[in-house]
């Protein structure tokens, strides 16, 4: 598999944008952030247990994740505990933030609950170059305020109609992005698709954020643009909903992610993010509350947008469509097979998707992941 994405990064990256199968999942994301579980195995049982100045709040933390998920019980809180405790021991300049919690979760989720791996790739998150995600979390939370403002940027040039609206509504930006941005949407959609835009973001890197953001905005503009600003609040509230939605949530942000691959950042943008002595003004963020919206779901949304809401598909075509992500309702991994993640072009509703931009790039039909 290394000497495929080696070889390969443009085919490598098509197959991802598809869906990592399950069975493969968790050893592409290893691979691609270069974790090394080995550096840590003398240390993590005794770092993970230390108590610290943030023991206290991740414990308070570890019992708000993942809610929802059945599986993910005492024992998995408790793993989830000693991951953030560990790092909070590793790198006490950052120590823990929320949001970290949800990071952590996903990786014990993908992992099948292995902590020591979960940590490595955690640090290599954190703490590496590539990704330098410790950025978001410490103090000041610096890269964060980037992320805000280049976000800001490009809605003024792609959507300055949304701009003005949210703006005359007197939505602040932090009240969505910061969820977004900290919890890398783990905590804004539903799991299948959160699994589907990690892939990428995991093998192409941060700014990928960037371009989902942007892409949900997009999608749903015509929408946000008709309500204010409490329900426009509810609205991105409620997208975590849909789990078992028709078509499946792994669908939609596979479609998303082919939306978003066209949405061009200028260097100028990427230079601020990568630029630490960029002065950011300070957010604010303040807790609106929220009505009842009655419209249609951000699902019906997307679908619409899509092409989607009024084509039925079999059931057998929902679950490959999900490609290898329709069973991510299961903690454990699934053995290695020939789930392969399945094009577009496979769907009997995808001419409807001629209306978005197409990179032109020939058919991959081959997505089994290589050994």
């Known amino acids: ?33 270069g974790a090394k579980p080995e550096t840590f195995a003398d240390v993590y049982a005794e770092i993970s247990e230390r108590v610290n100045t943030w023991s206290h709040l991740i414990q308070v933390d570890t019992c708000r994740t993942f809610p929802e998920l059945s599986f993910f019980d005492e024992a998995m809180q408790r793993k989830l505990y000693r991951v953030l ?48 995600l410790a950025g978001l979390y410490r103090d000041r939370l610096p890269l964060l305020r980037r992320y805000l403002r280049v976000c800001d940027a490009l809605m003024i040039d792609r959507m300055p109609d949304l701009h003005e609206h949210f703006k005359q509504e007197n939505l602040q930006p932090a009240v969505y992005l910061h969820p977004w941005f900290l919890t890398l949407f783990i905590h804004c959609f539903p799991l299948p698709m959160v699994l589907v835009l990690w892939d990428v973001i995991i093998c192409e890197g941060l700014p990928v954020l960037l371009q989902i953001a942007i892409s949900t905005l997009e999608v749903q503009r015509e929408t946000l643009l008709t309500i204010g600003l409490e329900d426009i609040v509810k609205f991105f509230r409620l997208m975590k909903s849909g789990e078992n939605a028709d078509p499946p949530a792994a669908r939609i942000g596979q479609l998303l992610l082919r939306h978003a691959a066209h949405v061009d950042i200028p260097k100028h943008l990427l230079d601020i993010l990568e630029n630490e002595s960029v002065e950011v003004e300070d957010e604010e963020c303040e807790d609106c509350s929220a009505t009842q919206v009655d419209d249609r779901s951000w699902l019906d949304i997307f679908s619409d947008f899509f092409g989607m809401s009024d084509l039925a598909c079999s059931p057998p075509e929902l679950a490959a469509s ?16 020939d789930d392969a993640a399945v094009s577009p072009s496979d769907f009997p509703w995808a001419s409807a998707l001629t209306q ?5 790039a020939a058919p991959d039909r081959e997505c089994r992941m290589p050994a």
Not at 116 to 131: I, N, Q, T, W, Y
Not at 322 to 337: E, F, I, M, N, W
Request: net charge positive; hydrophobic share 45%.
């Open 356 to 360: 978005l931009p197409t990179d032109g």
């Open 322 to 337: 999900a490609g290898a992500t329709s069973d991510v309702d299961l903690p454990k991994r699934p053995p290695p097979g």
């Open 1 to 33: 598999m290394p000497q495929f994405m080696a070889e390969h990064p443009e085919r490598f990256s098509r197959r991802v944008r598809r869906g990592i199968p399950q069975a493969f999942r968790w050893r592409v994301w290893m691979l691609r952030v």
């Open 85 to 132: 405790n560990a790092y909070a021991v590793h790198n006490p300049t950052v120590g823990y933030c929320q949001g970290m919690n949800f990071i952590v979760g996903l990786l014990l989720i993908v992992s099948d609950a292995h902590e020591l791996e979960s940590f490595a790739v955690l640090v290599a998150l954190m703490d590496g170059p590539r990704f330098g």
